[in-house]
């Protein structure tokens, strides 16, 4: 697994990836779309993505931790709410990233961000 570029949040992965393509529903990656999860994988391994390529192993915190879906309420794993958001939903990848970003806040994920230096 070569790792192209790497992003301290999946939160923002899924940002960058969404800038490389449309949405895809019910599958990670379709000619040139990608649901919420090929959006994160693609930002961080370019765009061949291969099957069983695992998030999990570079935010473990998607399969560790649960949420509700602040649609229905059902409750799973970040990643399976993620998922579910995109694909039954039909929420955009950036409306994700969204909610990704607050639930990381939740969990003591911290954005660092320099100074601009005079």
Known sequence: MKIQKHYAAMSEAIREGAKLGPQAFGTWRIDNRTCVMGAASEAVFGPHLENGVSLVDL????????????????????????????????????????????????????TLTEANKK
């Open 59 to 110: 935010w473990p915190y998607i399969g560790k931790n649960s949420a509700r879906c602040p649609e229905c309420k059902d409750e799973d794993y970040l990643s399976c709410v993620m998922v579910h958001l995109n694909d039954e939903h039909r929420w955009t990848r950036e409306q994700i990233a969204d909610w990704l970003y607050a639930e990381e806040e939740k969990l003591g994920f911290i």
